[in-house]
Structure formats: C-alpha cells, structure tokens
C-alpha cells in the first residue's frame, strides 16, 4: 500500500463529529498538497407500490432536494475548513456512498457518535461498517470531547499495535501525517490507547487494520475504539505478516 495521499474524502452528516472530522481532513488534505473532496450521503427510497407516475414525481423531488443539499453542503464546508474542495451528494446509503467514494481516495476521513447499546444494536454505526470493509486509511474522529484545532489534534501521535505485528505503512503514515502538521510520533509501539494517552499525552492514535479484517480484530480493537477513543484514530490497511517495523 502506498503512503502518498492524493485525494482525501470527508463524510459528513453536519454532525458536530462531522464539522470536527471536516477541520481535520481539510487541513490534512492541504499538508500532503491533496485534492478534498466533501461527501454527503442522502439516500431517497421508493415504496414499491408507486406508479410510474409517482416515480417520475419523486425523481423529480429529488433532483431538487440534491441541488438544495449540495449548497448546503458548500456552505457548511466552507464554515469548517480553509480548504479548496469539491462537494458531492450521493444518492447512496451512507455506507455505501462513502465505500464508493474510497475506490479512488488515498485517505478517508469521518466522524462518529459512538453509538453504544440498543440504537447502536438496532441502526447500526456507519463508522463500523466502513471499517470493516474500506480498503484505504480511514480516520475516524469522535464527537466527545473538546474540539481541537488541527495543529493541537495531531500534536503528539502513537502508534497501537499488538506486539510484532505489521505496523509499516502505518508508521510511514503517521510519520507523514506527523511531519505535515507540525507534531510528532511517541516513540515505540504501545497495545493500549488510553493507557498511553494517559503516560504521554497523546492526542491521536494510528492503528494498523489487518487484510482482511477479522472478526476478533474488529470487536477487540477495531470497534471498541470506534465507539469509545475521544482522540482521533488513523486505521491504516497491513497486510498479515507484512513488514514490522
């Protein structure tokens, strides 16, 4: 997998954890000289009764209804970044739009509530599903705590992993990432987050994804640090036996 970030795409529902995830990939995107491009997804289901007609009308609706979101989306991006970019509206579920859109991105960027519980059993979270199946480094940005503008939010990284495991590109990332906005990587390689956040004073972990995703990764490390690290996380692609180091 290669380090170089071209194209950064950054989802947004206009959450606060979207607004945050927006600040951090627009200035991501203008460190590594990358194109932005803002998604949103705004899925619109027919019920399978309607007619023709109706159908026509709904399209309709919709066309104006995606031209109405699309401004808005310009005008909320330009109120959380600096950044040039390009805004788009899917017609997708979210999943499935932000998937699509990772295809030809280098580097995806996203917020999450954290959903815990019955709503998270019942809906589902959108940040989990993209990582169990996105092919490209995703950075998920929490809603919980204060927001961090970006040079403060990537002060001080750390690299998590579990002891002599692929950790390559996901050092070579970080230390890009690191480098660009001016912080910098705790040295090593720690198993627990909260713990080093605690000894270092981290403010950003990156974490190497294996390929493919197992199920005992993503509900001992993937997941729980989806729905419960208030620091932003940088999941990054490692293939099984792949470079240490």
């Not at 927006?22 to 027919?46: I, M, N, P, Q, Y």
């Not at 959380?80 to 999943?95: G, K, L």
Request: with cysteine; aromatic share 6%.
């Amino acid at each position: 997998m290669s380090t170089d970030v071209k194209t950064v795409v950054v989802a947004v529902d206009f959450g606060e954890a979207s607004a945050r995830a927006l600040t951090l990939g627009g200035a991501l995107a203008k460190a590594f000289g990358a194109s932005l491009r803002v998604l949103h997804a705004e899925a619109l289901d027919a019920p399978p009764y309607f007619t023709q007609a109706q159908m026509d009308a709904l399209e309709s609706g919709a066309q104006e209804n995606r031209a109405r979101a699309r401004e808005y989306l310009r005008k909320f991006a330009r109120t959380h970044t600096d950044a040039p970019f390009e805004a788009a509206v899917d017609n997708r579920y979210a999943t499935d739009a932000i998937l699509h859109a990772s295809a030809d991105a280098d580097l995806v960027v996203m917020g999450t509530h954290g959903r815990r519980g019955p709503s998270r059993w019942w809906l589902g979270s959108v940040a989990e599903r993209v990582l169990r199946e996105c092919r490209v480094p995703l950075l998920v940005v929490h809603a919980a705590g204060p927001a961090l503008a970006p040079a403060s939010a990537f002060a001080s990284g750390i690299v998590v992993a579990r002891e002599g495991g692929a950790v390559y590109n996901t050092r070579q990332l970080a230390e890009r990432i690191a480098h660009g906005l001016g912080g910098h990587l705790v040295e090593g390689t720690v198993a627990d987050p909260a713990d080093a956040r605690r000894r270092t004073g981290a403010t950003w972990a990156a974490v190497p994804m294996p390929t493919p995703r197992t199920s005992h990764w993503l509900s001992h490390v993937g997941e729980p640090l989806v729905t419960g690290c208030a620091m932003p996380v940088l999941f990054v692609p490692e293939a099984e036996g792949g470079p240490t180091r």
